[in-house]
């Protein structure tokens, strides 16, 4: 079928003459749908557009895969590794010391520097009994403290006396009083030459010897391998420390060096 209009001859009138008649690709753009043209975008919409890509584009920083925060230990924590470390296994020694089991020492009995709650003179060695403490003082208001058990005769003295002389892994020689009470520790009298020094020796590790001028208090403070005991009052023995604690205190103080018994 064709699209053009015959020709008649006759001469075009009106609106005829003013309307051409339409091209065949004319006719079939009116009759076939047309591709859409977009509009320029609005203002509005570019702002809009603008923002949503940042949006995105903070969206996909914040998915983005971060290392995991690192957070230091907590004061708990650093304690605990100084306790450790303060109380491990000493395997140089003549007689192989292992660590202390922390599980059954109170906290507040470890090795620590505190102000001074003495008073005495620098260099003095203090032993609380009521609290369950040996204090080293230091200079400038500050003492070294360490928990203690007491035995027996560690509550029978107090008073004002000198550390005399101290030996290291020293020989136990049981009072005669106390052979009459436990006849099992003949074998140890002086007699017998006493209780050679190791891990099983009740003065342990290192031992110092308290006396006034020149007379023996029998007062001493040495080491132990009973962490359970530490802080609490025992059936014997003087004042007992840790065996670590007990080295740490021997190397720290002199021959003649001052010790209060409060």
């Known amino acids: 079928m064709s699209c053009r209009i015959a020709s008649t001859g006759a001469r075009p009138t009106g609106d005829q003459a003013r309307s051409p008649v339409p091209h065949h690709d004319s006719v079939r753009s009116l009759t076939e749908p047309r591709e859409a043209v977009a509009a320029p975008a609005s203002p509005a919409r570019r702002v809009f557009l603008t923002g949503s890509a940042s949006a995105a584009g903070l969206l996909l920083a914040g998915c983005a895969i971060r290392p995991p925060r690192q957070e230091g230990p907590t004061a708990v924590e650093l304690a605990e590794r100084n306790a450790a470390m303060m109380y491990r296994a000493m395997p140089e020694e003549p007689f192989p010391i292992p660590a202390v089991d922390l599980k059954k020492v109170d906290p507040r009995y470890y090795r620590t520097t505190v102000p001074d709650p003495t008073g005495a003179p620098p260099g003095t060695v203090y032993v609380d009994t009521a609290n369950f403490y040996l204090y080293l003082v230091e200079e400038n208001g500050m003492a070294r403290r360490y928990g203690v058990g007491l035995g027996r005769a560690g509550f029978a003295w107090s008073g004002r006396a000198r550390i005399a002389w101290k030996k290291e892994w020293p020989t136990w020689t049981p009072p005669d009083e106390m052979i009459a009470r436990q006849p099992e520790l003949a074998p140890y009298s002086a007699d017998n030459g006493g209780m050679p020094p190791g891990l099983g020796n009740p003065l342990g590790a290192r031992a110092l010897y308290i006396f006034q001028g020149k007379v023996d208090t029998l007062y001493r403070i040495h080491g132990t391998a009973e962490a359970w005991s530490i802080g609490r009052a025992v ?27 409060a």
């Open 235 to 261: 059936s014997s023995g003087c004042v007992r420390l840790l065996n670590q604690d007990v080295i740490d205190l021997y190397d720290r103080v002199p021959p003649d060096t001052p010790i209060i018994v």
